[in-house]
């Protein structure tokens, strides 16, 4: 929680472990590195504005209008490591129920699955049928 955060000193700030920030239902980013926490305006901006999760999507130093940052710091500053996002219910629709496809022998199932193991600068982990969580990591933002 913020509060935990805003407890510790700024060398601790500078070398935080085990970063993780999530949203109930919609899924959480872990931070595989130490990340410094000292780079940020201030710590409530974590969540909404430099990590970003929404509904089949997330995010790090988002690239909106109002973003707080241009472009992320080099790799291995601030919050730009190696990083795993966790995104729930990214299940593909079958178009003429609207229902999400559970069955992995599903052709369309297979094709979604199969863009997902393709996105760009992205490593694939897995995707979890069942509740449609998609895991995969990212070794830095650019």
Do not use: M
């Not at 999760?53 to 472009?71: C, G, M, N």
């Amino acid at each position: 929680s913020l509060d935990v955060l805003r407890s510790l000193s700024n060398t601790e700030l500078s070398a935080f472990e085990g970063l993780v920030v999530g949203r109930e239902g919609f899924g959480e980013v872990q931070f595989l590195e130490p990340v410094d926490l000292t780079t940020l305006p201030r710590l409530s901006a974590l969540l909404g504005q430099v990590v970003s999760i929404k509904k089949q999507e997330a995010s790090v130093y988002p690239k909106t209008k109002d973003a707080l940052f241009e472009r992320p710091p080099p790799a291995g500053e601030g919050l730009n490591v190696r990083t795993r996002f966790i995104i729930r219910g990214c299940w593909p629709i079958d178009k003429a129920t609207g229902q999400p496809i559970t069955d992995e022998n599903s052709p369309r199932y297979q094709r979604a699955v199969d863009r997902l193991k393709k996105t760009k600068h992205t490593t694939f982990e897995k995707f979890e049928a069942s509740t449609g969580t998609w895991v995969f990591t990212v070794d830095h933002f650019t």
